[in-house]
């Protein structure tokens, strides 16, 4: 079995449900689908606003304009670099229906107090957790509370199927819905009993995709903990005064709760070499590769001409023009990371 509706998918949704406490999952070829589609089983459409943070890869903006509803950003908190709770709560007007917020490197926002405002203000949560398979907030797993939780399972993810996300979701009947927005709004009874109530899309995964996933769901728990080590490690051998003396910004420490997908730093503000000087020297001079996560959404040209700007998220733009993400991946050693820092 190939593709559609196969026997992999349906272990792989079970395993996944069991990995999320019984919640609902279904899953999609890609996690940005994902959040498009929870956006529309909550009923978010025009004249809607979606609150979310600059500092993320632009699907997470793209899919509220998809939907049809008004993306607004909330600077972010310059220590986590995850959106600002405060700035997102002064954000929120009558128009106001969701928020997205983002777990930049697999790094959760304070739940309680994200949880708190959605209920307080009676908004839906699409938790864009495509980074943070694994990660926790107080013990327990992101996905196996709150709303919706988006992730993906793209190549660099710490589980991945080549190209995947899935979505954990609240009721049954959500679940449902979720199969007819997969599959173009299909609903099948009987031998030959077809119906379309609702405008879905092509966005399902491939049985060869569940079958990459329910071996990657294997070994996750030991591809977390090997991460975190390598994390653990990068800090030993950046050492206490790294920060102090260089004027560069290391990651939060948050190995109890973060799976550790990205390990990024912050170049000095005011440094003798920029961003893209520095990555061109590691890779010729070092031969270590380097990338960024992520330019400020609202300096995109499809942004500006919404009325975005300079200068209104200026957190924001200084981490999108100084992040620079160190190498991080499961076959990793300590020598290598050894090697990066030097």
């Keep these: 079995w190939l593709t559609n509706g196969g026997p992999k998918v349906a272990q792989f949704e079970a395993q996944l449900s069991e990995y999320f406490g019984g919640r609902p999952v279904r899953v999609f070829n890609s996690g940005t689908c994902t959040m498009e589609i929870a956006l529309r089983i909550a009923g978010i459409g025009p004249g809607d606003e979606v609150i979310t943070t600059p500092i993320s890869w632009v699907a997470t903006a793209n899919v509220i304009l998809e939907v049809g509803a008004t993306p607004v950003f909330a600077d972010i908190d310059p220590v986590t670099r995850n959106i600002d709770l405060d700035r997102l709560e002064a954000a929120i007007t009558p128009r106001t229906r969701a928020i997205i917020p983002v777990y930049l490197a697999g790094l959760p926002v304070d739940m309680d107090r994200l949880y708190a405002i959605a209920d307080k203000h009676k908004l839906r949560v699409v938790e864009d957790a495509a980074q943070a398979f694994g990660s926790t907030w107080k013990g327990r797993r992101i996905g196996a509370f709150g709303d919706f939780a988006s992730f993906s399972f793209q190549v660099n993810k710490n589980l991945t199927t ?181």
Excluded: W
């Design 162 to 342: 080549g190209e995947g996300g899935c979505l954990v979701m609240n009721t049954p009947e959500e679940a449902v819905l979720a199969e007819k927005y997969r599959l173009q709004g299909v609903t099948r009874s009987g031998v030959d009993g077809i119906d379309v109530d609702v405008l879905g899309g092509k966005y399902n995964m491939t049985d060869i995709a569940a079958a990459i996933g329910l071996g990657q769901l294997k070994t996750i728990d030991a591809v977390n903990t090997h991460r975190r080590a390598l994390v653990a490690h990068y800090f030993e051998c950046f050492g206490p005064d790294f920060e102090a003396q260089s004027g560069a910004q290391l990651p939060v420490r948050a190995l109890d709760s973060s799976n550790c997908h990205l390990f990024q730093i912050i170049l000095p503000d005011r440094g003798p070499t920029t961003r893209a000087d520095f990555m061109t020297r590691m890779k010729d001079e070092h031969n270590v590769g380097t990338g960024f996560h992520y330019a400020a959404i609202h300096l995109f040209t499809l942004y500006r001409e919404l009325g975005f700007h300079e200068g209104m998220f200026p957190e924001s733009e200084r981490i999108g023009r100084l992040t620079v993400t160190l190498p991080l991946f499961y076959a990793m050693t300590d020598a290598d990371v050894e090697r990066s820092v030097r």
